[in-house]
């Protein structure tokens, strides 16, 4: 079994330590992933400190991973040593389930497996995330990736991107439609980037001045400061979607408001507490609200082939894995532009 270096939590209490454990041998179908970069999601530092309960120790964290091919199983069809690969927030599901079977499998009746914090499907192993040295994985759940791009500006597709890329084409976001992106983060800052590339008009909604001239950077179009009530009255009833990626206790209304006839608020945060939402908000331009969890496999490699087309990466910054812990207190301040992501050559 390859003996896999890695960067784990213990408890909920205490920072990462280093941490050594086994992969599996490598299956049939299975991929074995030299990891090079590892993405630092938020929903990492949730699980690490269980604050959505459930949390299984020890953990090794990271779901946005990419890589380099070292070694395949013998019935394995879409990969070569050496090739590229990354892998996302999944590992596995029953396959069986109608939703599976349209390669949706994020949302598998079975539940899917994640990456890390989950048991796997034999009920035994703990499945354990990018963190780390090495990873294994069926190959229906890994990812070519172009040489085009700048690998670990890639890691953080695997989810903060493919969070923020399926809702807007589920929306049909296209050309000449008005998309607000609410929140410029990890999420945000992709929301934008995407939105923009579909040919929308793009608007960042932001409770902070200082994030106008870094929208502009990305591609924004149009800044519109949400503490402010006249800009927010002068856009009642404009966009036709909105993107929100706030993952604080707030008010949705405030939101929905500013959709038009048919419009969507796509709901990609996840605040603390659930939210309340007024009916005639609803009601008013027959408004809706949208949820959507990552994508499916066949989606996820579309959203890569699409970024590799159009030279879409996360603007991020990298760490050593030796300044995990200092990472998640910065990410609490808000303080990264816009995604840590791990050289797991300091591993």
């Not at 001239?213 to 949400?226: C, I, V, Y």
């Not at 796509?266 to 009916?279: C, F, Q, R, Y």
């Not at 699409?306 to 300044?323: G, L, R, S, T």
Request: glycine share 8%; proline share 5%.
């Amino acid at each position: 079994m390859p003996a896999t270096k890695a960067y784990a939590a213990l408890n909920p209490a205490d920072p990462l330590v280093p941490f050594q454990f086994d992969r599996r041998e490598t299956r049939p179908q299975d991929v074995q992933v030299e990891i090079l970069y590892c993405g630092v999601c938020h929903s990492d530092l949730h699980q690490v400190r269980d604050e959505w309960g459930g949390s299984i120790y020890p953990m090794v964290p990271g779901h946005e991973i990419v890589g380099r091919v070292i070694k395949i199983g013998s019935e394995v069809k879409k990969f070569k040593v050496g090739d590229l690969a990354g892998v996302g927030v999944m590992v596995d599901s029953c396959r069986t389930c109608k939703n599976c079977k349209k390669e949706m499998e994020q949302y598998c009746v079975e539940d899917m497996t994640g990456t890390y914090n989950a048991m796997e499907r034999d009920a035994v192993t703990i499945a354990q995330g990018g963190y780390s040295s090495q990873i294994v994985t069926d190959e229906r759940y890994v990812y070519s990736i172009s040489p085009k791009l700048d690998l670990a500006g890639v890691a953080p597709l695997l989810c903060a991107g493919i969070t923020t890329y399926s809702p807007l084409r589920y929306a049909g976001v296209t050309k000449g439609m008005k998309v607000g992106v609410v929140g410029l983060g990890g999420l945000g800052h992709l929301g934008v980037k995407f939105a923009v590339s579909f040919g929308a008009e793009v608007t960042l909604i932001s409770t902070s001045p200082s994030k106008q001239k870094d929208a502009e950077r990305l591609g924004a179009h149009k800044f519109l400061l949400s503490t402010d009530a006249q800009q927010m009255k002068d856009a009642d009833s404009y966009f036709d979607v909105i993107l929100n990626t706030i993952s604080a206790n707030h008010d949705y209304k405030k939101y929905l408001d500013l959709l038009d006839l048919d419009g969507k608020l796509l709901i990609v945060g996840l605040p603390p507490e659930d939210p309340k939402v007024k009916p005639f908000a609803l009601l008013k331009n027959r408004r809706s609200i949208t949820g959507s969890m990552i994508g499916g496999t066949k989606e996820t490699q579309e959203m890569l082939d699409y970024c590799a087309e159009k030279n879409i990466v996360a603007d991020i910054e990298i760490i050593p894995i030796q300044q995990i812990n200092e990472a998640y207190e910065r990410m609490i301040k808000n303080d990264v532009r816009y995604r840590f992501v791990i050289d797991m050559k300091t591993l």
